[in-house]
């Protein structure tokens, strides 16, 4: 399958300040990049649709000010959780697929998590 | 409105137990897929299977398989002689055709823990 990247794995950082998170997908390019967040012990949460050079679609209750999805080009999305507080704390899940159709299989990052001190 | 149940929120086997693990569904749409992917405690979803609504032969690779029953909207998941690597959760996941958007729906998951 194709290989999805995220960086950082792990983050801790005090309230207040912003945390970005890249998803790449190295061997192929991605139209379409979802961003799920999984609090513990609990199921993904879809976050964000975004596509390629558009904004991106936020589902219902996700702040889209504070968590603001960039998809600058076919192999990088980036989601930066602004002034962060203990309660953003969570496994923040990317995948990439071709496109945004359901056939389309998605590809998931490995998760970053996230500590707000 | 789409849904997926998964109601055994924990499973817990004995080494070489077969075990089945229930994935219910809900939606309108006569197109979908229907995916199930294994989280390991390092937290990377892997892929296990797709399967699309028209295809309802039951498939099997290796140690698993999986029962796809339309008239009971149910897309059930076994393992047989389960191994303690097996341990993991499990998520079973929908995406429709008609919304065009690639959204996965994702059960609740249902951990799974062998034990040797």
């Known amino acids: 399958g194709a290989v999805v990247s995220q960086h950082p794995s792990r983050v801790i950082c005090k309230s207040g300040t912003s945390v970005k998170i890249e998803c790449r997908s190295l061997?192929?390019?991605?139209?379409?990049m979802f961003w799920y967040r999984q609090f513990p012990k609990q199921s993904l949460m879809l976050m964000a649709t975004s596509n390629e050079g558009s904004k991106a679609t936020y589902e219902q209750g996700v702040e889209k000010d504070k968590f603001l999805i960039n998809h600058a080009s076919l192999t990088l999305s980036t989601l930066t959780v602004t002034s962060a507080h203990p309660e953003d704390s969570s496994f923040y899940i990317c995948?990439?697929?071709?496109?945004?159709?359901?056939?389309?299989?998605?590809?998931f990052g490995p998760g970053t998590r996230l500590t707000v001190l | 409105a789409q849904k997926v149940t998964q109601a055994q929120t924990e499973i817990s086997v004995v080494e070489k137990e077969d075990v089945t693990l229930d994935c219910v569904y809900e939606t309108r749409d006569t197109t979908y897929y229907l995916f199930w992917y294994k989280q390991p405690p390092s937290g990377e979803l892997v892929f296990l299977i797709r399967?699309?609504?028209?295809?309802?032969q039951n498939e099997i690779s290796g140690r698993y398989s999986w029962n796809f029953q339309k008239s009971t909207s149910s897309f059930n998941f076994t393992i047989t002689a389960s191994q303690v690597v097996d341990s993991a959760v499990y998520f079973c996941?929908?995406?429709?055709?008609?919304?065009?958007?690639?959204?996965?729906?994702f059960g609740q998951g249902t951990t799974l823990q062998v034990k040797p």
């Open positions: 996941a929908l995406s429709e055709a008609q919304s065009n958007t690639g959204k996965l729906i």
């Open positions: 995948s990439a697929s071709l496109s945004g159709y359901s056939y389309n299989e998605q590809f």
């Open positions: 061997d192929f390019q991605a139209t379409t």
């Open positions: 399967r699309n609504s028209f295809d309802e």
